[in-house]
């Protein structure tokens, strides 16, 4: 009789605790009319791209206050991003209320063209068409990042091995890496960090950024990703750490104290973290087959996607759990503090929206 007793008293006295409830999705924004290409996130600001008539358009929106700014400003001739045919992948990547995106297009050349713009300076920017022959020489995009003050993209320059001999139909016309390495965008201007090589894939975190770097070409020129990943201060070009991951990367997050990557190794991909600032490996787990190539890291968690379905890593336990599901494919999925975030297109109708999760358990 006591414990049944005791049991009401700490029922009454509400001492019971029950499991706390999932976190729920959240609608940050609706585009009333028009769809969502592209999505970052940087603090407490977010940015959109939206494709559509009369002008494709960049909108930076505070979550802290009113703040919403659309880019570029239109002057008396339309600017590049306005008039573009977004028909594939738009990028952007937002570094406080600064943005850099790309337009690609696939004729006469395949190539990306750089753009940004800020709400400082509103001037559509025009940084560097990237561009490469249907054979492969030339210029590849290694991805673009931002964070705070730091907006960068990487390169890749391929080039033949053999380009008389190969004209002339007497040579090899085999491909191979000839330079390339990561650029900071300053201003107006984008300048190379020194001492930086070709980029397959990059990504940045406060005054850093990581970068996987190109090895080798395929047959088409497209850059591969070598088993090497260099972290570098962006402003000064001196190294901070060199890492040598388990697998080859096919995507790549950096946080403060946390670089994460997804790895395809032999024995299938996994899910990889380690230290920046040493490059020491501090985790890793199997993840599935159908994961997306696209991570997002703090220094408490690792998120990732099997198709619509959101999982996060825990760092210190090593646990995996499911945050929720999408109502569509997530875009530009984007872990900041505490807020996980993207867009989605729903019935032609475009969303941003977020889930807020605690760090740990």
Not at 68 to 83: D, Y
Not at 189 to 214: D, I
Request: aromatic content about 6%; overall charge positive; proline content about 7%.
């Amino acid at each position: 009789m006591r414990v049944l007793f005791a049991a009401a008293i700490g029922l009454t006295a509400g001492v019971v605790h029950t499991a706390p409830a999932a976190p729920k999705i959240q609608t940050l924004y609706v585009r009333p009319h028009g769809t969502i290409s592209a999505f970052a996130q940087d603090g407490p600001n977010v940015a959109w791209f939206a494709p559509g008539k009369p002008c494709n358009t960049v909108h930076v929106r505070s979550l802290a206050n009113p703040l919403e700014v659309p880019l570029p400003t239109q002057g008396q001739a339309r600017n590049v991003t306005c008039k573009w045919d977004v028909r594939s992948t738009v990028g952007l990547a937002l570094a406080g209320t600064s943005v850099l995106w790309t337009l690609r297009e696939s004729a006469p050349i395949p190539f990306d063209y750089l753009v940004g713009a800020a709400v400082e300076d509103q001037r559509e920017r025009r940084f560097q068409e990237v561009a490469h022959t249907k054979r492969g020489s030339g210029l590849w995009l290694g991805g673009i990042a931002g964070d705070r003050s730091t907006l960068v993209y990487g390169l890749t320059s391929v080039d033949y091995k053999d380009e008389a001999g190969c004209l002339a139909g007497t040579g090899s016309c085999e491909l191979e890496v000839a330079g390339g390495g990561v650029y900071r965008v300053v201003g107006r201007q984008p300048e190379l960090v020194p001492g930086t090589g070709a980029a397959f894939a990059v990504a940045a975190s406060g005054a850093n950024a990581a970068y996987v770097s190109t090895s080798t070409v395929g047959k088409d020129g497209r850059p591969a990703a070598d088993l090497r990943i260099d972290v570098v201060d962006t402003k000064t070009g001196k190294p901070v750490s060199s890492i040598t991951p388990e697998g080859t990367p096919v995507a790549i997050a950096l946080a403060p104290h946390v670089l994460a990557t997804l790895e395809q190794t032999p024995l299938g991909l996994r899910l990889v973290w380690y230290e920046p600032d040493t490059g020491a490996p501090s985790g890793s787990v199997a993840v599935s087959r159908a994961t997306s190539p696209d991570v997002t890291a703090t220094d408490q968690l690792v998120v990732f996607h099997i198709g619509r379905s959101l999982r996060a890593v825990d760092v210190v336990t090593h646990q995996v759990r499911k945050l929720g599901t999408t109502a569509a494919p997530p875009i530009g999925l984007s872990l900041e503090g505490g807020r996980l975030a993207w867009a989605e297109n729903v019935n032609g109708t475009g969303r941003i929206r977020a889930l807020y999760i605690r760090g740990h358990g």
